[in-house]
Structures are given as structure tokens and as C-alpha cells.
């Protein structure tokens, strides 16, 4: 993956987990909520988070691997 699709991907993954916590914030100012909706709501962050996560690391060896000498 080259460095503009994965800057892509991560700003999709970033924009759901904002999605996802607003949803979640949303949820709970409710007089009474579904504890299983926010815990499903928890989940899919977390999997987003750990995503991103992993994106972030490929983003960081992929800078570090370019060599600037050879321009």
C-alpha cells in the first residue's frame, strides 16, 4: 500500500471511530439506554482503534523506509 491510500484509509477509520463515539455519547444522554448497544458500539471502536493502530505502524515503516539519498 502506497503512502496516499494508507493516509486515505486511516482518515476513513478516524472518521467511523468519531462516528462511532458520537453515537455512543449520543446513546448514554438517553434517560435509559441499551447497555448491549453501547457495548456493541464499544466493540466496533476498539476494532477501529487496534486497526488503526496497526495502520499507524505500517504508516511509520513505510516513512522510514524511503531513501532520500538516492534523489
Known amino acids: 500500500?502506497?503512502?496516499?491510500?494508507?493516509?486515505r484509509h486511516i482518515s476513513v477509520l478516524d472518521k467511523q471511530h468519531t462516528q462511532l463515539e458520537n453515537s455512543?455519547?449520543?446513546?448514554?444522554?438517553?434517560?435509559?439506554?441499551d447497555e448491549y448497544q453501547a457495548e456493541d458500539i464499544k466493540k466496533r471502536k476498539l476494532k477501529i482503534k487496534d486497526?488503526?493502530?496497526?495502520?499507524?505502524?505500517q504508516r511509520?515503516?513505510?516513512?522510514?523506509?524511503?531513501?532520500?539519498?538516492?534523489r
Open 24 to 33: 455512543l455519547e449520543q446513546l448514554m444522554r438517553q434517560p435509559s439506554w
Open 1 to 7: 500500500m502506497d503512502m496516499e491510500s494508507l493516509d
Open 60 to 70: 511509520y515503516e513505510l516513512m522510514n523506509s524511503v531513501d532520500f539519498d538516492d
Open 51 to 57: 486497526e488503526l493502530s496497526r495502520l499507524y505502524r
